[in-house]
Every structure is written in structure tokens, then in C-alpha cells.
């Protein structure tokens, strides 16, 4: 059974950077593509940004210069941090699998909230 | 950039009744690309429908999804308790790569 385990910093003032990490089990890291995506308190969903072992990445233009995911498969995590934090960046932040189909995510962490605030 | 719109933006039912969820894109979705899925407070989403149509692992035959091009629909035949919850569309392939609709609550009349 595939399980996600996501971990943050809970709160972060502004300005600064955020860094979360998606530790996987039950899977091999290296054999599928991993997402980040988040939810602001009483909001829709928002992608972020995805990895794939080979080295492969892709961003949400609407984060980009200021998301960076990388990943480690000797841990079998993949992280994100989120530079330049404001109000805005404050949500549920959720790791997630991408199916083997490619479209869609198939396990979800259960996610970390992350607040921004002085 | 496809945009996303689901309808209604809350649907009030009772226990029985069916459900009749859509998702509207900006612009045509593969229908290989698009996904349903379902959010309970406090929870992750769960992934119900992919490819348009097609059943996740472990989902009620009571949940379909249907439709192609601009036009995607989910609809639950006979609602449950445990039915009632958040619903996100989502597809694969514009700009971003992935993107979800709004969402649409489904709740008890």
C-alpha cells in the first residue's frame, strides 16, 4: 500500500522560505512521478510542481522562481521549498502521486498546513 | 491556460436522490486527461473517475463519469451519507500541465 507522509514547518513568517519534505512508502520513488499541491483554507486546489527520478521537473508558471522541488531516492523523499512567502502562500500543502496514466493523482499524503504570519 | 468551471457551485439533495455534477473547460481536454475527485472535510481528495470514465480502484459503481471536448459530467446514481462532500474536476495537459476546477459541495437537502 502506498503511503505519503508529508512534513513542513507549520508556521513561517513572511519573506521567508518554506521548505516541506513527502517521505513515500510502499513504492519505489524512482519509478513514478511526484507532485506537490495545495489547498488555502476553504479553497480550491492548486497544482504546483512535479518530479520524476531521471531529473525531470515541471512548475506551475503562477509559482515558478520561487518553487523548487527536488527529490532523493537513498531517502525516498521528494521536497519542496517556497521561497519569498507571503499571506497568499498560506494552505494545505499535499503530496501526492502521479497514476501511471500520466493525468491525474492516484495517493494523496494527508497533508501539512503551512501558515505565513508574523 | 484551460480554465476549469464546475456547476453548480452547490447542489442540495437528499439521501437517494442522484447527482448530477458538471465541468466545463476553456478550451478541449483529452478525455484520456480529465479526473473526478472527492473531498471530505479534513481530508485529502480522493481520485473517483480518470480518463473521463473510468473508475479509481475501490469506487462504488453508483459514481460514472461521462463526456468529451469542452463538456465532462460526474454523476452519482443513488446518493449515500457518505456521499455528501466537496467534488473537483481536473485535467492534464494546458498550461499549467495540471489544473482542477472550483469544486462543487453536495450537500443534504
Known amino acids: 500500500q502506498v503511503h505519503l507522509q508529508e512534513s513542513g514547518p507549520g508556521l513561517v513568517k513572511p519573506s521567508e522560505t518554506a521548505s516541506l519534505t513527502c517521505v513515500v512508502s510502499?513504492?519505489?520513488?524512482?519509478?513514478?512521478?511526484w507532485s506537490w499541491i495545495r489547498q488555502p483554507p476553504g479553497k480550491g486546489l492548486e497544482w504546483i510542481a512535479y518530479?520524476?527520478?531521471?531529473?525531470?521537473?515541471n512548475y506551475n508558471p503562477s509559482l515558478e522562481g520561487r518553487v523548487t522541488i527536488s527529490l532523493d531516492a537513498s531517502r525516498s523523499l521528494f521536497s519542496l521549498r517556497l521561497t519569498s512567502v507571503t499571506a497568499a502562500d498560506t494552505a494545505v500543502y499535499y503530496c501526492a502521486r502521479v497514476s501511471s496514466g500520466g493525468a491525474d493523482f492516484d495517493h494523496w499524503g494527508q497533508g501539512t498546513l503551512v501558515t505565513v504570519s508574523s | 491556460e484551460i480554465v476549469l468551471t464546475q456547476s453548480p457551485g452547490t447542489l442540495s439533495l437528499s439521501p437517494g436522490e442522484r447527482a448530477t455534477l458538471s465541468c466545463r473547460a476553456s478550451q478541449s481536454v483529452t478525455s484520456s486527461h480529465l479526473a473526478w475527485y472527492q473531498q471530505k472535510p479534513g481530508q485529502a481528495p480522493r481520485l473517483l473517475i480518470y480518463g473521463a470514465s473510468t473508475r479509481a480502484t475501490g469506487i462504488p459503481d453508483r459514481f460514472s463519469g461521462s463526456g468529451s471536448g469542452t463538456d465532462f459530467t460526474l454523476t452519482i446514481s443513488r446518493l449515500e451519507p457518505e456521499d455528501f462532500a466537496v467534488y473537483f474536476c481536473q485535467q492534464f495537459g494546458g498550461s499549467p500541465i495540471f489544473s482542477f476546477g472550483p469544486g462543487t459541495k453536495v450537500q443534504t437537502k
Open positions: 518530479i520524476y527520478y531521471g531529473g525531470s521537473t
Open positions: 510502499g513504492d519505489s520513488i524512482s519509478t513514478s512521478y
